[in-house]
């Protein structure tokens, strides 16, 4: 399974390559604070709480979202591990100045697995999973999306409690498509990305801080525009490029109550 992994990663990167356009939206603030609870081993569960962020106004259209993030994985071995998890979105949507407004929710509910080796003296971690978004905004379709995600880390202590860990990591989405009717317009082969580098700071084994930075891009085939002498202005395979800048703030708390040894994974699990 490891060597599909790789298989897999490389078509898509392949993929992603051959786009024609870019277009790069405005930087997004993501903050996040989590509560993780160390159980048995290396097993944990998770809760997280995003926001509130706003991405701004785009043709009248404001958008104001908090995130809430539930998680549990399990260890079966050095090497493996699965889990679930489920991503709630709660967010407003105010179109035409404040005339018309709306709250709405959507579900995520995943299932991965993980492989963890390493790579010279980095840990290298790769993550499968398979998702269901579910909105509740009236024209949002349910689509199953599935996510590959690489990540490079490595942990320097500098003293009994404090320790650095810079990573780096490449998510890779893609729609779950059946049977496709011939007229309807291609998607890509990739459909989201995402390249993230961050530094986590473990303060002591009870609190730590990752802030980081991200590109996220759209991959889309749009519309072919041209202009009155049939050269193409814009349209065709485009990526919607938005740069991000987070910060992760984790409270570790441990089964029983005293601090135990664990491999603990970096804040974007």
Not at 78 to 95: C, N
Not at 120 to 146: C, D, H, K, M, Y
Not at 160 to 176: D, Q
Not at 208 to 222: G, H, L
């Amino acid at each position: 399974m490891r060597h599909q992994f790789l298989l897999l990663t490389a078509c898509l990167l392949a993929t992603a390559a051959t786009a024609q356009r870019r277009s790069v939206g405005s930087t997004l603030l993501l903050p996040e604070v989590q509560t993780e609870l160390a159980l048995t081993g290396d097993d944990y569960a998770l809760l997280g709480v995003r926001g509130p962020i706003s991405t701004g106004t785009f043709q009248g259209t404001t958008l104001e979202q908090v995130g809430l993030n539930l998680g549990y994985e399990r260890f079966w071995n050095e090497k493996w591990s699965g889990g679930a998890t489920l991503r709630s979105d709660f967010y407003k949507v105010e179109r035409d100045g404040g005339s018309r407004n709306g709250l709405y929710t959507n579900l995520t509910p995943e299932l991965f697995v993980r492989h963890w080796n390493t790579l010279g003296g980095f840990n290298f971690r790769q993550r499968l999973g398979v998702e269901v978004f579910v909105p509740t905004e009236e024209g949002a379709e349910s689509r199953g999306i599935t996510r590959l995600r690489l990540d490079l880390d490595r942990v320097f202590p500098l003293g009994t409690s404090l320790a650095l860990r810079p990573r780096i990591s490449y998510e890779a989405a893609a729609y779950l498509r059946l049977q496709r009717d011939e007229l309807e317009e291609k998607e890509r082969v990739i459909d989201f990305g995402s390249l993230r580098g961050e530094i986590g700071v473990r303060v002591s084994p009870h609190f730590d801080f990752t802030p980081w930075v991200a590109s996220q891009t759209t991959y889309i085939n749009a519309l072919v525009q041209t202009d009155a002498n049939g050269n193409v202005t814009g349209g065709g395979r485009t990526n919607l490029i938005t740069p991000v800048v987070g910060l992760d703030l984790r409270f570790t708390f441990f089964k029983g109550g005293s601090v135990f040894e664990r491999r603990q994974l970096p804040t974007q699990h």
